[in-house]
């Protein structure tokens, strides 16, 4: 076999990222002598609905000008809610967390369903969810509100809901973060982080919804940049280059024959130890399938030719390989067909982007979802009194390495404003509110209600110091949790309190409206608080 012809076989097992909204030079290289088998898109890639499809179609012309057999795998993160990879143009679903506070599997397939139609409609055909981590751990980093519930049998029925509606819309799905990233306190995006619980802990809680969605189908699994003693002995060997999970634990005990892929191998956990390009060599001799590496070209370009030199020194073995495309052609076989890449006629399916029926859907789902934690018995507020109100609203911001922030355009002054137009809004800083708390208490002196957002206060939060103060001036606070529930544990003298679970724009109407009463917040909370 030709250099050139072994390149061509190892670059099928890669998933790439790129730069730009159109294909450029670098990802051309890579599919034209590379033929890589999975393009990621990030927010980076992202414009208008018809721009997305056109840069999918380009992709796949690309690949079809470039000899391949099936199309290219093009996948990205819409788990909906605080990771969303598009915004523009498509529906603002509800993620994980606030589907499960509806307490509804039945919402979940729906959304599901609807998700995977807009993403298909774009030239989609991979979406990496559902998020199948229990957050049993309040000071998760990276996890939280991207997870249906700190119960792993709810998990379970959640996320297998999510992949069924997924996968009826004909898009292929990935659970993550096998095996569980749902109990760490450190971000993979930055450091690696160990589980240390014995397997028959994993066994009842982490490994269950990965269990069930195995036995109902799943197409891929994605492994975490997560060390796990229990499974694997040798010292901060993370789960992705893991041969004892991904043979042992995956192939063998759960009987997983699909996909299996790494998460991004730049990540710090990976990228700051072995090395991405020593990493991917490590991952495809433990099992994977497919290696991640989403941002840079010269790693990406230095990962194959790393894998090319393995297979040559007789440290991989080609039969392994094979045993990968074949796995990932079936795949291709099932969600890919060079019939549906026809632009511009398939402009026609952009149609069912942010279509009504989608938005009714959402709106539904976020009715049900969002939260009265509590009411004492202050809620709803008359607005026939006229009262004065002043919102406090933190300043938007990406909390994890993962999310995105360009979602977040309207706020909850915006919601608050449909109902009361004349309220006063405030925008504050955590790192300037220590300062500014003398300030704000001066402020709110000639305001009837305070309303204050909040995305996620920890144990030494200024804004703990802030709600005190305010309520020993004997003022009424309404505290809306934007995005994680747990704010409410340091925050319950309040006289009520919302969550929205994320810091979406329908879901703060909702909370505005039930503030208001005009709406009604039939959520439950998912997590203990």
């Known amino acids: 076999m ?8 190892i670059g099928q097992l890669f998933v790439v990222g790129f730069d730009g909204t159109t294909v450029n030079p670098k990802i051309k290289k890579l599919i034209h002598d590379y033929h890589v088998g999975s393009i990621i898109l990030f927010s980076r890639n992202i414009g208008e609905p018809e721009e997305v499809l056109q840069l999918t179609s380009d992709l796949q012309k690309e690949a079809k000008k470039a000899g391949y057999e099936k199309p290219l795998l093009i996948c990205l993160d819409q788990e909906n809610g605080v990771v969303s990879r598009i915004h523009k143009g498509l529906t603002t679903f509800p993620g994980s967390m606030a589907l499960g506070a509806t307490d509804n599997p039945q919402y979940a397939y729906k959304i599901g369903l609807a998700t995977g139609k807009e993403l ?3 030239g989609i055909n991979w979406n990496l969810a559902p998020v199948l981590d229990v957050n049993n751990n309040p000071d998760n980093p990276v996890i939280g509100v991207r997870s249906f519930s700190e119960n792993a049998e709810k998990v379970a029925a959640f996320g297998e809901a999510m992949m069924k509606g997924l996968q009826d819309a004909g898009v292929m799905t990935s659970l993550k973060h096998f095996p569980g990233h749902g109990d760490t306190n450190v971000d993979s995006h930055l450091d690696l982080p160990v589980i240390s619980h014995e397997m028959e802990r994993l066994e009842n809680i982490e490994l269950v919804p990965f269990k069930a969605c195995i036995e109902a189908g799943a197409d891929s699994v994605m492994a975490a940049h997560v060390y796990f003693p229990a499974i694997e002995p040798e010292e901060d060997i993370p789960a992705t280059l893991s041969k004892r999970v991904y043979v042992d634990l995956l192939r063998k ?8 892929t790494t998460d991004c191998m730049e990540m710090k956990a990976i990228s700051n130890s072995i090395g991405t390009e020593k990493g991917a060599v490590k991952a495809l001799q433990a099992g994977t399938d497919f290696v991640m590496i989403s941002h840079t070209y010269a790693v990406q370009e230095g990962a194959i030719q790393e894998i090319v030199s393995a297979v040559e020194n007789g440290k991989l073995s080609l039969s392994c390989i094979e045993k ?10 099932k969600y890919t067909s060079w019939r549906d890449f026809h632009f511009p006629e398939a402009k026609d399916a952009l149609q069912i982007v942010g279509s009504q029926k989608h938005r009714q859907l959402a709106q539904t789902v976020y009715r049900e979802s969002v939260t009265m934690v509590h009411n004492h018995q202050l809620l709803p507020l008359n607005t026939e009194k006229q009262p004065k109100i002043l919102v406090l609203e933190p300043a938007q911001g990406a909390m994890m390495q993962v999310e995105d922030n360009k979602g977040n355009q309207k706020s909850l002054g915006a919601a608050v404003r449909e109902h009361v137009p004349g309220a006063a809004v405030e925008i504050y800083d955590l790192d300037e509110i220590k300062k500014a708390v003398k300030g704000i208490i001066t402020c709110v002196q000639n305001y009837d209600y305070i309303i204050l957002g909040t995305l996620t206060v920890t144990e030494n939060s200024p804004v703990i110091t802030l709600v005190n103060q305010l309520l020993k001036e004997n003022k009424k606070v309404i505290g809306v949790g934007m995005r994680n529930p747990y704010d409410f544990h340091f925050l319950r003298n309040v006289q009520a309190f919302i969550n929205t679970y994320e810091p979406s724009f329908p879901a703060l109407q909702i909370a505005a409206g039930a503030i208001f009463g005009e709406e009604e917040a039939k959520g439950t909370l998912p997590v203990n608080v």
């Open 2 to 9: 030709s250099k050139k012809e072994l390149e061509r076989k």
């Open 253 to 260: 005990k759960l009987g997983f024959t699909g996909v299996i």
């Open 120 to 122: 298909k409609a774009l």
């Open 324 to 333: 990968s495309i074949q796995r990932i052609q079936m795949l291709k076989e």
